[in-house]
């Protein structure tokens, strides 16, 4: 497996002790080039994150997801349904 190679990362300040990190990162996977979303959560002392691997191969969907995921706020517990919304919701 190929080491990922970071493209874009935002900080968003939430609320007053609540941060959050977006990081959008590709990798070639078996000759095809995957792009990854990371986002981490800081309040206070407790962190938490998520690492949704592999959600396209397309640059320009996975530019469009991570402006979306940073531009909404999506914390880490709840992007998986909001992943599950995007991709599969009629």
Do not use: Q
């Not at 977006?22 to 690492?51: A, P, Q």
């Not at 999506?74 to 992007?79: G, H, K, L, Q, S």
């Amino acid at each position: 497996m190929e080491r990922e190679i970071v493209i874009k990362k935002r900080r968003v300040r939430a609320r007053d002790e609540l941060v959050l990190d977006y990081t959008l990162s590709k990798r070639s996977e078996r000759g095809l080039v995957v792009y990854s979303l990371l986002i981490e959560e800081t309040f206070g002392e407790k962190s938490e994150f998520v690492f949704l691997d592999a959600l396209t191969d397309d640059e320009k969907r996975a530019s469009d997801l991570f402006l979306l995921f940073s531009e909404e706020t999506v914390t880490p517990c709840t992007a998986e349904d909001v992943l599950n919304e995007i991709c599969y919701a009629p």
